[in-house]
Nanobody, 116 residues
Framework: QVQFVESGGGLVQPEGSLRLSCAVS????????MGWYRQTPGDQRRLVAS????????YYGPSMSDRFTISRDVAKNTVYLEMKSLKPEDTAVYYC?????????WGQGAQVTVSS
């Protein structure tokens, strides 16, 4: 059974930084493309960044490539999203999943709130 467990969210001031972690169980992250997604109230879940099974980065959302970095630790079977220079509009619940996602495997997500 595949499971994604996100952590590392919280309240941060504008221009601050956070690192999200996603512990993956049931599959090896080295065998699948993985993605980070985010969702704000009233909006659909959107892809933020993704990393190929080979470990090379594939995609970043608009205005994110210079602020967000996706990475993974194969030994820990964990995917990370490093975020810096955070803006209030980055406030959302962040999820990890396959890329493309499997709707049956969403985790609880990590709330990120950017506010002064």
């Amino acid at each position: 059974q595949v499971q994604f467990v996100e952590s590392g969210g919280g309240l941060v001031q504008p221009e601050g930084s956070l690192r999200l972690s996603c512990a993956v169980s049931g599959v090896a992250v080295s065998r699948y493309s993985m993605g980070w997604y985010r969702q704000t109230p009233g909006d659909q879940r959107r892809l933020v960044a993704s990393i190929l099974s080979s470990g090379s980065t594939m995609y970043y959302g608009p205005s994110m490539s210079d602020r967000f970095t996706i990475s993974r630790d194969v030994a820990k079977n964990t995917v990370y999203l490093e975020m810096k220079s955070l803006k209030p509009e980055d406030t959302a619940v962040y999820y990890c999943n396959f890329e493309p996602y499997d709707a049956s495997t969403w985790g609880q997500g990590a709330q990120v709130t950017v506010s002064s």
